[in-house]
């Protein structure tokens, strides 16, 4: 046991939750069944206080995650026992074999990551709504409380309670769960496709987050990137997996120079490069470079290469704003959004001139009903009018802008650029 203080406990067992909670709730439930899940969630909360109790009395342990996983496990064999006594004429839980057999330590983690897969493509199941799955996901095997969840989804904890209703009434019922099997069967590029879509959406939940007072999520971003690459690690030649984990890893880079020290928005032109992740950075980097092994080319690739082009360059002005148009074009071509041409409008700003940007960014507001309303469009206009220095037109737009958002930070930084204006 290693001598403990109660800060060090804290931010241990803090840390452990979020590492340790979904593996031993996806280890119980596949072992017992998903009807098991409720039971599994409380076992491995009750688990994580004894330890904060137990080691704030003896110390931690040489191996953390195995004293809980140790403890979770008997809690677990005491559960099943006392429900056989109450149970006496109709056994409705039965113990696994091999369930009390002391594994050896590789075999064991073996079978914890392949509980762990199975839970993340049951929750990211194409039959679950999308809108469950997130949920699903951040309840499941990221330990979050409803409440939790209901703050990072910008909604109530009672849609939080009917879309986790909903998605494990539909597992149960369908039997979704027992139609994954990693072990026996290859899981697809399709099933892949969609685990990747729900985890980028949870990353961007973080990233880009709606919340009045908090534009950045930090903690709903690790946990995406964690389940990344868990499932590269499975998966290590799915090329879209790698992509998608390079392109977390150099959004999440520039987390601390993104927001100010009186918390207002700093943009890309502004930020302290110093301050950039140069170790997310080279993470990024690494499994960039391994996704180019492959031949099928996601929009992963071309989201992971633009980010990557802004990691590299040495300041704003010298970023290669033409490759970087290059990617925007071929992202296009994957995936028509009016947001990729609102980029591609930005981009074009700063090659050709405002005049270009302008003239793209007023067609996309009269073409696209899904920007016309977007706070960002109006942002980019009133910036490319004041660099005409057309003072006038860039606070109608500014003005327009903050209407459209109930971001602090996002009104702060646009109350800061109508300031600026001087009118």
Not at 81 to 88: P, V
Not at 154 to 175: D, H, M, N, P, V
Not at 304 to 320: G, R, V, Y
Not at 365 to 376: A, G, M, T
Request: hydrophobic share 40%; proline share 3%.
């Amino acid at each position: 046991m290693h001598k403990a203080t109660p800060t060090n406990i804290d931010q241990l067992v803090d840390h452990l939750f979020r590492e340790e909670y979904g593996k031993v709730v996806s280890f119980l439930t596949t072992k017992f069944g998903f009807h098991f899940l409720e039971s599994a969630q409380d076992i491995a909360q009750d688990t994580l206080v004894e330890a904060y109790r137990v080691w704030s009395y003896k110390g931690i342990p040489q191996n953390p995650p195995a004293w809980i996983f140790s403890v979770a496990k008997n809690k677990a064999i005491n559960w099943i026992k006392r429900e056989q006594k109450k149970y006496a004429v109709y056994q409705a839980y039965e113990m696994p074999r091999d369930f009390k057999q002391t594994k050896d330590e590789l075999s064991l983690d073996n079978e914890i990551q392949d509980s762990m897969l199975q839970m993340i493509f049951t929750c990211c199941h194409p039959e679950i709504a999308v809108d469950n799955q997130i949920p699903l996901v951040l309840s499941i095997l990221c330990g979050f409380s409803r409440k939790e969840m209901a703050h990072a989804l910008l909604t109530s904890e009672e849609t939080i309670k009917k879309r986790l209703y909903r998605a494990k009434k539909q597992i149960r019922e369908k039997g979704l769960m027992s139609s994954i099997t990693i072990k026996e069967k290859p899981i697809t590029d399709n099933e892949i496709h969609g685990v990747c879509i729900s985890i980028y959406l949870l990353f961007n939940e973080g990233y880009n987050s709606p919340h009045k007072d908090e534009l950045i999520r930090k903690d709903l971003c690790l946990e995406a990137i964690r389940l990344t690459k868990l499932l590269v690690e499975k998966f290590e030649s799915n090329t879209r997996l790698r992509a998608l984990l390079a392109t977390m890893c150099f959004h999440i880079a520039r987390f601390e120079a993104r927001i100010d020290d009186k918390g207002v928005i700093v943009l890309l032109q502004d930020q302290n490069r110093q301050l950039w992740n140069q170790d997310f950075i080279k993470m990024g980097l690494f499994h960039l470079s391994e996704a180019a092994s492959g031949h099928h080319l996601s929009a992963y690739h071309l989201e992971a290469s633009i980010a990557a082009q802004h990691c590299l360059a040495k300041d704003f002005e010298s970023t290669n704003w033409k490759l970087i148009q290059h990617f925007y074009q071929q992202l296009y071509q994957l995936k028509p959004s009016p947001v990729i041409l609102l980029n591609l409008a930005i981009v074009s700003g700063i090659i050709d001139g405002a005049d270009t940007a302008i003239s793209q960014l007023i067609r996309l507001q009269e073409q696209s009903r899904q920007l016309k309303n977007y706070y960002l469009l109006y942002a980019v206009l009133g910036h490319f009018y004041l660099e005409q220095n057309k003072k006038d037109l860039a606070l109608e737009n500014f003005q327009k802008a903050k209407s459209l958002t109930a971001s602090h930070k996002e009104i702060d930084l646009l109350n800061r650029k109508i300031k600026s204006l001087g009118i």
